[in-house]
């Protein structure tokens, strides 16, 4: 492993979570914890990571990435379209930013069958400039997607529900229920070799 790769202070060491190549540390430093402060996050830092995301790349650059963000009195009703396994642990998140994705092109009114994958890249640049400034992102595909159209004023036969976003900063994992501060910990990756291929797919069972 080259010497300029280091893992985060805050993560666990684990063999498991060794880079197999020269990539930057905030690659690897990033993990979805569970346990946040309720400190809250400076208007500037959110406007930052709406920044990081505002400069994603899309096809066509449609942008077809929609963020609502609660935070303050507006979280009481936002962390109610969680689903309970996330409620459980959401709490205490400062600001849960909910994300969209344009169904069509604004003017030729086609599918857009990027946009999920664009706003995918729109959601991971907030994550890495979440990291730098200190703070904690975990994205929730559990959450209520039936609801949070008409609770967020999003029309649902133009945007496509994709997730929420817990951000805050780090917290203790001891505050969290039991089960969960147990499991409070980075997770492992696939190897290179399981994903990426040179030329042509070759299966594993052949
Ligand atoms: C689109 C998406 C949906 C996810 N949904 C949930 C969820 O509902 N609840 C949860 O605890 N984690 C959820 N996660 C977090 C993943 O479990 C986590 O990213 C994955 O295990 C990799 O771990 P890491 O982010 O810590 O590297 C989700 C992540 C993504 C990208």
């Known amino acids: 492993m080259p010497s300029s790769i280091t893992a985060a202070p805050a993560t666990p060491p684990s063999s498991s979570r060794l880079p197999e190549a020269e990539v930057d540390p905030i690659f690897v430093q990033r993990w979805s914890t569970r346990a946040f402060s309720a400190q809250p996050v400076p208007a500037e830092a959110l406007r930052s990571l709406f920044e990081a995301a505002r400069w994603a790349p899309s096809a066509s650059n449609v942008q077809p990435w929609l963020f609502v963000y609660a935070s303050g009195a507006d979280l009481t009703g936002a962390r109610e379209l969680l689903r309970e396994p996330n409620q459980r642990w959401a709490g205490s998140v400062p600001v849960l930013i909910f994300v969209f994705a344009r169904r069509h092109h ?35 595909g559990g959450i209520q997607h039936e609801r949070v159209h008409a609770a967020l004023g999003v029309p649902a036969e133009d945007y496509e529900s994709i997730a929420a976003i817990a951000v805050g900063y780090p917290g203790a994992a001891s505050e969290l229920p039991a089960d969960l501060a147990a499991r409070e910990a980075p997770n492992a990756r696939k190897s290179q070799r399981e994903f990426v291929f040179a030329g042509r797919y070759v299966s594993p069972s052949s």
């Open 106 to 140: 604004p003017e030729t009114q086609q599918a857009l069958r990027t946009a999920a994958f664009d706003t995918g890249a729109a959601w991971f640049s907030l994550a890495l400039q979440a990291e730098k400034l200190g703070l904690r992102t975990h994205a929730m």
